[in-house]
C-alpha cells in the first residue's frame, strides 16, 4: 500500500515522500519585491516536504496584490531567490515557485506610480485589502485588452524563465482563490464578450494559453497548476463549476504537466475524484476540512484519492511537519496574529522536535 512517506517521481524531480508545503503569502519580502536571508531560513527548515511551494510570487509589477510580496519579474529578484534555492537543495529538499498575478485584488497604492490593477472584466470585487495606508477597498479594474492578455501570458513565462534561472525545480501557475486566472474561470469575474470570455471554452482559454505558453518555456515537467473550483475566496461566483473545470483539464491533459493541485472548498470531492481520473500526472490536493488540514489527511494517498498531500498552517507552525505526522504528533499550533508581516516571529521561530535540527 503506497503511504505518504513513501517516494514519487514529479516528471523526473524525485521526491522524498509525499507531504507538499501549500503555498502562503507571509509578507515579509524586502524593498523591492526580495525575498531575504529569512525567507531562505524558513523554506530551509522546511526542506523535509516531498515538495514546497512557494509563496505567490508576482510574475510583473503589476500583479502585485499585497504589501511586502516577492517577484520575480527583475534581476535582482532572480538573484536573491538563487540564495534560497541552493539552501533548500543543499537541505535535501525541492522546491517550486508558485506564480500569482492577482489581476483585480490588491490595490493600486501597492503598485508602482502609474499602474493601476487590472483584470478579466472591470468588475469589482467586493471587500478591503491591507496597505501600509491601512485597509482600502478593491478598486474596479481596468479590462485587459487582447494584447495586453498576450503581454501578461508572456509575463508569466518570463518569470517561469526566472525561476528557472533561480534555481527552482518549477513553477506552479496559480489559478485558484480568486486571482487573475480565476478571475477569466469564473463567470462573475468575466463578463467578457471576445474569444476569452462567454461559454466555457473560452473562459478557460487564459488559463490554457498560459499553461502552454510556460510548458513550452521552461518544459512541462517543471509546470504544475493550481485550482480551487467553486471556491468564492476574493468575492469569486461559480454556481456550476463543474463544466469548466472538467473543459480545463481537458485541454490541459496533452500538455504533460508535472502535477495538477487541487485545493477544495465546500462539499467538492466529487469533482475532485472526477478531475484526478481526468488527470494522468501527479495529483496534489489540499483537502477540505472543518479546520487546518491534519494527520487524518494522509490516509488521502492511501486510498488513492491523490498523490500528494499538501499542507499550509500545520507547516507553517510545524518545520519538521513530516516527522510529526510519522510520529502522531505533537503538533505546535499555528498563531495567526503572525501571518503576515513582521520578522522572524511567527516566521522562522518555532520549535522542532526535541534532539532535532
Do not use: C
Not at 510570487?57 to 527583475?74: C, E, F, K, M, R
Not at 534581476?75 to 483585480?104: C, K, N, P, S, Y
Amino acid at each position: 500500500m503506497t503511504t505518504a512517506f513513501d517516494p514519487i517521481d514529479l516528471s523526473g524531480t524525485q521526491l522524498a515522500n509525499r507531504v507538499a508545503m501549500a503555498p502562503m503569502t507571509r509578507s515579509r519580502a524586502a524593498e523591492g519585491g526580495l525575498p531575504t536571508a529569512l525567507t531562505a531560513e524558513y523554506y530551509v527548515q522546511r526542506a523535509s516536504a516531498g515538495l514546497i511551494v512557494t509563496e505567490g510570487i508576482q510574475p510583473s509589477a503589476v500583479g502585485q496584490g499585497y504589501p511586502d510580496t516577492p517577484g520575480l519579474h527583475s534581476a535582482e529578484q532572480v538573484a536573491a531567490w538563487r540564495t534560497v534555492t541552493d539552501a533548500v537543495h543543499a537541505a535535501g529538499g525541492r522546491i517550486f515557485a508558485q506564480l500569482m498575478h492577482t489581476g483585480r485584488i490588491g490595490h493600486p497604492a501597492l503598485l508602482p506610480d502609474g499602474l493601476v490593477n487590472v483584470g478579466a472584466s472591470p468588475v469589482a470585487a467586493s471587500g478591503q485589502v491591507f496597505t501600509h495606508e491601512g485597509p482600502k477597498d478593491f478598486v474596479t479594474p481596468r479590462e485587459l485588452t487582447g494584447d495586453e492578455i498576450r503581454a501578461t501570458v508572456g509575463d508569466f513565462v518570463t518569470a517561469a524563465r526566472n525561476a528557472i534561472e533561480a534555481g527552482f525545480d518549477g513553477v506552479e501557475l496559480h489559478g485558484a482563490n480568486g486571482y487573475l486566472i480565476h478571475q477569466f474561470l469564473a463567470p462573475g469575474s468575466n463578463h467578457r464578450t471576445d474569444e476569452w470570455g462567454g461559454p466555457v471554452e473560452n473562459r478557460i482559454r487564459f488559463a490554457v494559453e498560459t499553461a502552454e505558453a510556460v510548458a513550452a518555456a521552461i518544459g512541462a515537467d517543471r509546470t504544475g497548476l493550481r485550482l480551487s473550483p467553486g471556491n468564492p475566496l476574493n468575492d469569486i461566483h461559480e454556481p456550476e463549476p463543474e463544466p469548466a473545470y472538467t473543459a480545463l483539464v481537458t485541454a490541459l491533459e496533452p500538455l504533460g504537466l508535472a502535477y495538477l493541485h487541487v485545493m477544495e472548498m465546500g462539499e467538492i470531492r466529487e469533482l475532485t475524484l472526477t478531475l484526478r481520473k481526468q488527470f494522468s500526472g501527479v495529483f496534489v490536493l489540499s483537502p477540505a476540512t472543518e479546520g487546518p488540514t491534519g494527520p487524518d489527511a494522509l490516509a488521502l494517498v492511501e486510498e488513492g484519492v491523490t498523490d500528494l498531500v499538501a499542507y499550509g498552517q500545520l507547516f507553517l507552525a510545524n518545520p519538521d511537519l513530516p516527522t510529526r505526522l510519522r510520529a502522531g504528533g505533537p503538533f505546535n499550533a499555528p498563531d495567526r496574529t503572525t501571518f503576515y508581516g513582521g520578522g522572524a516571529k511567527g516566521y522562522t521561530d518555532y520549535p522542532v522536535l526535541s534532539g532535532r535540527e
